[in-house]
């Protein structure tokens, strides 16, 4: 089941990157309008500069001359320069006075000010730093004003100050004008930015979100997972690691289903084994006896009788090879392996198996192609698989069909080939052949046993056996493998 997401990768980018515009945007804004600001604060100290120093000579001349008598004390000399400042058309001039040294104005646009004793710091401060001083004052209402004061000197001596101070309105009107540009652009910077974020975090969490909604979907049974578009960044390595993943978890999963298998198959046969060896004792123990009898039988019976007790005897026989066969079956579990030459072990299975398929009507043709090599193996069992595969070939082959046994070596084993040239076995019937009693056989011919035990035997000699089949040409093959020090002969 996919999980929704209340913070998924794309909230959280979008919630960042949003945080981050935000900081960013209003840093930027404030910065910018601080920048602004001063700017416009230096342009207004330049041209008050400008307005009070072309003064200053005229009004320390002006001074002088009153001062020397030149001209009359309080001729309004003075009110003329403070008229031309108030009248001048750079700044809005709301004040404009001049001071002396000692705090008294002798001239000011209120004419009500005129002769007052004034404690003013800034004109202390321009006088101290004998230049241009400014500041910006706050008003009770109404704009802030820009106060300035240049001292007026003459020869190193200071003659007091010239004080003006100008409105800020148009400073304020302009800042503000500012202000709204700037939170106007602000604002559409964060809006853009923000809808960039929004479609890279959309492109982001996308494949992402197909890639979960592709994991999610692989099922237990197939492991399969849905085609995913090729990548060449983090999320394609992401995909590949999965696929890979995936990959592996099937062949572990193929794995622990044949290892599964196998065990029940395992199981299977120990638990017919057992059932096997119980019943070929119960048959064996009667069978004896009426062995016994029929041996004895033999000698009594009339001769037009005597034909019934041959037939008795052949059904005993075949029960008796039955029970045999059963009986090996249930004792495949121990082996007694000797050591013996390949070249010996061939030559007596050969001769063994021509004596056992003399009735059958077929040729029986051998040829041992693997260098002398040591064997290790249980002889008796391995002429019993041989023996068995023989007689199926023979089974399976027409009259007059030729069944070859061959030997060789490869790739570090011993390999043991039957091979006849009957009807085949059909790809459906392949997997059975080797269970159990399965048998396509007629009553009474056939067991099923034969091939069971066959790869009971093989495989507890670490070995394998193998068919291959298509009409025509069969071949089962026996694999032994040689262990260390074996191929030395
Ligand atoms: N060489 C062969 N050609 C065709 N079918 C075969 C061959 N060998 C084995 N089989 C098939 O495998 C089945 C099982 O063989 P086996 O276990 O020996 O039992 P049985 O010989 O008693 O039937 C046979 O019944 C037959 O159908
Ligand atoms: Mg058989």
Redesign the pocket.
Known sequence: MEKRLVFGIKIKFILISTLIMALTSVTWGSWSWINEREHLIERLDAEGRLLLTSLQAPIVDAILYERIGVVEENAGLLDNFIEQVMENREMKVVYAFIIDTDGKVVAHSDYRQFGKMYHDPLTAIALAQEGFAAQTVQQRSGPPVFDMALPLQVAGKSLGALRVGASMELLQKEQSRLGREILIFTCLFFLVSNAVFYVVGLTMSRPLKKLSSAMAKVSHHSLQAAPLAHRNDEIGQLQESFLEMLDRLKKSEDERQHAVARMMQNEKMATIGKIVAGVAHEINNPLMVMSTSLFHLERKVPPELARFLETHKEGMQRIEGIVRQLTDFSRAGSLDLQRVASDDFFKDTARFASIALKKQQIVFESSDMAPRTLLSIDKGKMHQVVL??L???A???TEGGVVWLTAYLQGGSYLLA?Q?H????PPE?ME??????????PGG??????????KSIVEMHHGEIT?T?TPGD?T?LVRIPLRHGENDG
């Open positions: 068995n595969l007689l199926n070939a089974d399976a082959s039957v006849d009957g009807a085949g076995i019937e059975k052949i080797f269970e159990i009693f399965y048998t396509t056989k011919e056939g067991s099923g046993i034969g091939l069971a035990i066959s068919c089949s069969t089962f």
